[in-house]
C-alpha cells in the first residue's frame, strides 16, 4: 500500500525529529506538511531551517520540495478540503498544538476546537486510514506518587495549566470527530533535547534542571524520579507506532518509565561532573526557600526577572514535584527499543545548552 503522509507541527520540536526520522526510514513513504506561511515557497523555508535544527542531513534537505507544501493551519480545514494532494493520504501525523504553559484563549481554541475540525475534515479524505495524535502524557492532573498507566484518566481529573487540560479534552473528543478513520494517541513523556545533538534542537525544559545546578538546591527530595525522554526516542516511537500495520493499542505512553527514569539526585550529579565542579552534595529545600531568596536569582541564575523566573519555577515544580513516572510497557510490548536514560545524555545537553541566559531559555515554554 502507497503510505502519503501529512504531518502538522513540522516547524516544532516533535514534528521535525519525527519527520527526520521518517525520511530517514522509508523511501517510500510520501509527506506532505501543513504550515504557516505566506506560500510554498516561505513554507518550504521554514520546514528546511526547522529540519536543519532536528539533525537532517543537507542533502534530505536539498530533496525536499515546495508542493510538499500546504499552507495553512489548524483552522483551515474548509479551505484545505479540495486540495488535490490531500485526496491521496493515508495517514495524518498530527504534532501541532499550543504547548505554551501560559493562560492565552488559543490555548482551547487551537488544541481542541481547531485540532477536532481539522481531525473532521481529515476524516472525509477518500483515502485516510490512520490518525496519530500526539498527546501529552501529562494530562495525568495533579495526583502524586504514581506508575501512570495510559488508561489512568479519570475525567474529573485536576490540571496544573490550560494546556494540559485542552490536550486531556480533545482526546475524549477525537474518536467521534475521525469516524471510520483510525484514532491512535501516542503520549511522550517530558521531552528535553536530543540523545545525539544535546540541547541544539531545543532547550525547552532544560533550563529547569539548570537551575537547579545553578542555585545547587533541590526543591524536590532528591530521591524523586523524573520521567524525561529526548525528542529523537520521541520521534522514532511515533515513526514506528504510525506506521505498523497491526497495534495492540489505541493509546501509547511515549515513556522512559520507572526503570529508564532519573532520580534528581543522580540529575544534579551529572551536572557536577560534566561542570568539573569540586561542590559538596545538594541541599534539599522547600520551594518556600526559592520564594525567600528570590533576591538571590540574579546571582544565581544570570540576568533576568525575578518575579518571572519564581513564576516559571512554581509552575514546573508542579509538575516535577508529583514524583510520576509513566508505563512503557504497551511501547515496548510493540517490539520497539528501550529509552536512553536523562541522566546518559545530559552531558551533551549541558554543553550544547548553557549559552543563553536561563532566563530567555524559559520564555520560549510560556509564550
Ligand atoms: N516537548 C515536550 O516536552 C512534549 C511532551 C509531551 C507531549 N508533547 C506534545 O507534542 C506535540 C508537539 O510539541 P512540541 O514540543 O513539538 O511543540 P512546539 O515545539 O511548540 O511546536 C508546536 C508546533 O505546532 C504548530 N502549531 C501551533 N499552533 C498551530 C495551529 N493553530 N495550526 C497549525 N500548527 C500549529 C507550530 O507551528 P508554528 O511554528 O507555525 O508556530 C509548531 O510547528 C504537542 O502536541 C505536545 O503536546 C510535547
Redesign the pocket.
Known amino acids: 500500500m502507497k503510505i502519503k503522509i501529512l504531518v ?10 519525527t519527520v527526520v526520522e521518517l525520511l530517514e526510514i522509508s523511501k517510500e513513504v510520501e509527506l506532505l506538511f ?4 505566506m506560500n510554498e515557497q516561505a513554507g518550504l523555508e ?1 520546514v528546511r531551517q ?1 529540519l536543519a535544527k532536528a539533525g537532517a542531513q543537507l542533502q534530505t534537505l536539498a530533496s525536499l520540495e515546495k508542493g510538499q507544501v500546504i499552507c ?5 480545514a474548509a479551505e484545505l478540503a479540495n486540495d488535490p494532494r490531500l485526496q491521496e493520504v493515508t495517514h495524518v501525523f ?7 504553559f501560559s493562560q492565552r484563549p ?1 490555548i482551547r ?3 481542541v476546537h ?1 485540532t477536532l475540525g ?1 481531525a473532521q475534515m481529515v476524516s472525509g479524505l477518500p483515502n485516510m486510514k490512520r490518525f496519530l ?6 494530562i495525568c492532573g495533579n495526583s502524586p506518587n504514581r506508575i501512570i498507566q495510559e488508561d489512568d484518566f479519570p475525567a474529573d481529573t485536576q490540571h496544573f495549566v490550560p ?1 494540559t487540560e485542552s ?1 486531556a479534552e480533545v482526546e475524549l473528543l477525537l474518536s467521534e470527530a475521525l469516524g471510520r478513520v483510525q484514532l491512535v494517541v501516542m ?6 533535547g536530543h540523545s545525539r545533538l544535546g540541547c541544539k534542537p ?1 532547550t ?2 532544560f533550563w529547569v534542571f539548570r537551575m537547579l545546578y545553578q542555585a545547587w538546591r533541590s526543591p524536590f527530595p532528591l530521591n524523586f524520579k523524573i520521567d524525561v525522554l529526548p ?1 529523537d526516542y ?1 520521534a522514532k516511537a511515533i515513526a514506528y507506532i504510525g506506521l505498523k500495520e497491526e497495534l495492540a493499542y489505541s493509546r501509547y505512553h ?1 515513556a522512559a518509565g520507572s526503570e529508564f527514569s532519573s532520580t534528581f539526585g543522580e540529575i544534579m550529579n551529572t551536572f557536577r561532573i560534566v561542570c568539573k565542579e569540586n561542590l559538596a552534595a545538594p541541599s534539599e529545600v522547600s520551594i518556600e526557600h526559592y520564594k525567600d531568596n528570590r533576591n538571590k536569582f540574579n546571582e544565581w541564575f544570570g540576568p533576568g526577572n525575578p518575579r518571572m523566573m519564581l513564576r516559571a519555577i512554581n509552575l514546573y515544580y508542579n509538575f516535577a514535584n508529583l514524583n510520576v513516572t509513566f508505563d512503557n510497557s504497551r511501547l515496548l510490548s510493540e517490539g520497539f527499543m528501550c529509552p536512553p536514560r536523562f541522566v546518559d545524555y545530559l552531558g551533551l545537553c549541558i554543553k550544547s545548552g548553557c549559552e543563553t541566559p536561563v532566563s530567555e531559555q524559559m520564555i ?1 515554554d510560556f509564550k
Do not use: E, H, W
Open positions: 502538522t507541527g513540522v516547524t516544532g520540536l516533535i514534528g521535525s525529529c501543513l504550515v504557516r506561511a521554514r526547522s495553512g493551519d489548524l483552522s483551515s498530527n504534532c501541532a498544538a499550543v504547548t505554551a488559543s481554541q487551537v488544541n481547531d481539522f495524535y500526539v498527546g501529552t502524557a501529562m494546556y490536550k503520549r511522550p513523556s517530558i521531552v528535553v531545543s525547552s525544559i525528542a520521541v511515549i520560549d
